[in-house]
């Protein structure tokens, strides 16, 4: 009897250690993955049994976090050169490679023709336009240029109203806080976004291809270095490319 019970509570131990000590990993995504980051994290649980812990933000704010300390495994970048950065500056196990380039799109939750964005965004009726955070997020700095491109920036220059993120500038633009604005294309034709409001395609000789970096970061070379070297493979595997691409990005 003392045998049957002795098996019985090393068995309920075993399955509540269990969990405890599944592998997992933290990661950094910029904020314009947010949306297909969602169907990559569950791919990737799927194949590997590995949880992930993803922290979304700008790309500038997630290097400074790093340079801080912050314990982060992998780090999803809107570009290359944050990366490229920590790469230099010993914070990263190896040099960025590019998982996608993303697209830049002009959002609006109002009924606005956005044949003729540009001279829109001029208008007497276009009074608040969003646009993340060009020190901190790369699709903020391209959307600057789209705008000296086109011609209109010193325009609207004084509407210019900016998320520290893409994810605060979507914030902006569907809480209608702001009447248009510059967003990822992966944010539109998302599932949970499809749909609401209208949008166009900024040019694409407007602004530089942004090409968006994934690198190892040093904390998860030195505490998890297999987990991440499983997810870093797997943002190159068919099934990640499939579903960046279902999320408007261009593949390398």
């Known amino acids: 009897m003392k045998n049957k019970f002795a098996l019985l509570l090393s068995l309920l131990l075993l399955g509540i250690a269990g969990p405890a000590c599944a592998e997992s990993l933290t990661v950094a995504v910029a904020a314009n993955v947010k949306y297909a980051f969602d169907d990559l994290q569950d791919a990737f649980r799927k194949e590997s049994g590995i949880d992930i812990k993803p922290i979304f933000s700008s790309s500038g704010k997630i ?3 790093v340079k801080s300390g912050a314990p982060y495994d992998v780090f999803l970048s809107a570009d290359m050169e944050y990366p490229k950065a920590l ?5 990263a196990a190896a040099a960025p490679k590019i998982y996608g380039y993303g697209s830049l799109v002009v959002w609006t939750m109002n009924d606005y023709d956005l044949r003729n964005w540009p001279a ?3 208008s007497a009726g276009v009074n608040k336009i969003a646009i993340p955070n060009p020190k901190l997020a790369p699709y903020g700095r391209e959307a600057l240029k789209a705008l000296r491109y086109l011609k209109v920036y010193e325009a609207v220059e004084a509407k210019l ?5 893409v994810g605060q500038t979507n914030q902006y633009i569907h809480s209608r806080a702001a009447d248009i604005g510059f967003t990822a294309k992966s944010v539109v034709v998302s599932p949970e976004m499809k749909g609401q409001g209208k949008w166009v395609d900024v040019p694409r000789d407007a602004y530089e291809p942004i090409a968006q970096g994934v690198v190892i970061l040093k904390h998860g070379r030195e505490t998890n270095a297999a987990a991440a070297a499983k997810f870093y493979d797997f943002l190159a595997s068919a099934k990640a490319r499939a579903i960046f691409q279902q999320y408007g990005y261009l593949l390398p």
């Open 63 to 65: 290097t400074a976090q």
């Open 120 to 122: 829109l965004m001029g």
């Open 161 to 165: 109203v900016y998320g520290e993120s």
């Open 87 to 91: 790469h230099r500056e010993g914070f």
